[in-house]
């Protein structure tokens, strides 16, 4: 069993964003498999689910001690994901599990990613119109058990069909149901809701896959490490800072299902990041600081006293003219 040192490292990278954004993992480390290290799809992906197993337990652990997971959503969306994904998995047996089959619900799954991508940005929007604040408590959500099971049907059907993740599509989709809820909320419940559909979607991988373990070592090595770091970072980390980071993950993932190739995919990528720090820089101004409070007990107050202080014995100089 041979480690790859530079899988290890991608891996790291994908698992970073994977504990920050509970989104990406599936749409980002298959496709650096098969581009950058010529592992055979069938490999990449069955290699991919079953590092997923472990990978994605440690970022759910994370967020379960933080407090940032709503345990009766996760039971409504693995209710829905689970069946599904094998569902799904027979879906793709009936259509012969052909490469075009399959292309074909990847582009369809990346363009709801990409209307999800657009649609955070206008939730973004509208939220800081109306000046809502995504600070609701977890434990005060009220689910809504049909709408939350239908978007673990979704999820779990994409997967069975893709046999890549569907986290960024749950994301979204959760985002609209609970449009209080905050990102960080969002992610710990989306990784721990992950955990039961990746071992159902790794276990029929394992029987119908092609596992390479070396390739699943390497994997396993380099992500669990930076998904822990990654949810550590995003249960503590503030909506306002959280929120975009998804955003940019999703529309990458949107991006590589639709079939955008590696050198496009970094060109747009580029050009989106610089336009988007342009945006915010022309918006928020950060250089224009008004200034800054004086303390108690400054020179500012100094003065004022001392003026006070002179008025005073301008006005008690008539009187002592008077009594002299």
């Known amino acids: 069993m041979h480690i790859d040192p530079y899988i290890v490292i991608g891996s790291a990278v994908v698992g970073l964003l994977v504990g920050l954004t509970g989104a990406g993992g599936g749409a980002l480390m298959t496709p650096m498999l098969i581009l950058l290290f010529k592992v055979s799809p069938p490999s990449a992906i069955s290699s991919d689910l079953v590092a997923a197993v472990l990978m994605r337990p440690v970022g759910a652990a994370v967020h379960l001690r933080k ?105 979204v989709l959760l985002l609209f149901v609970y449009p209080m809820l905050s990102s960080k909320n969002l992610v710990g419940t989306d990784l721990t809701q992950a955990v039961p559909l990746t071992a159902a979607a790794a ?26 770091i990654g949810s550590l970072l995003s249960s503590r980390a503030p909506d306002r800072y959280l929120r975009p980071v998804i955003t940019f993950v999703i529309f990458a993932s949107g991006l590589k299902y639709v079939g955008v190739g590696t050198t496009g995919l970094g060109w747009i990528l580029s050009v989106t990041g610089i336009a988007a720090i342009s945006t915010w820089l022309v918006c928020a101004r950060p250089w224009q600081r008004g200034p800054a409070p004086v303390p108690a007990g400054g020179p500012a107050e100094d003065q004022a006293e001392d003026q006070a202080e002179g008025a005073a014995e301008e006005s008690a100089e008539p009187d002592r003219a008077r009594t002299g």
């Open 67 to 171: 407090g940032t997971v709503r345990l009766g959503m996760v039971g409504w969306l693995a209710a829905g994901s689970v069946p599904m994904a094998f569902l799904g998995a027979y879906f793709l047996h009936l259509l012969g599990g052909t490469k075009s089959a399959q292309t074909h619900v990847e582009q369809a799954l990346g363009a709801a990613l990409l209307t999800g991508a657009a649609a955070m940005v206008l939730r973004y929007v509208l939220d800081v119109r109306s000046g809502a604040d995504r600070t609701t408590a977890i434990r005060d959500v009220v689910i809504k058990p049909v709408p939350t099971l239908v978007i673990g049907m979704i999820g779990g059907l994409i997967v069975g069909l893709t046999s890549v993740g569907s986290g960024s599509l749950m994301i």
């Open 203 to 228: 276990a029929g991988a394992l029987i119908f896959g092609s596992v390479q373990f070396g390739v699943t070592a390497s994997l396993i090595i380099g992500s669990v490490p930076a998904v822990l």
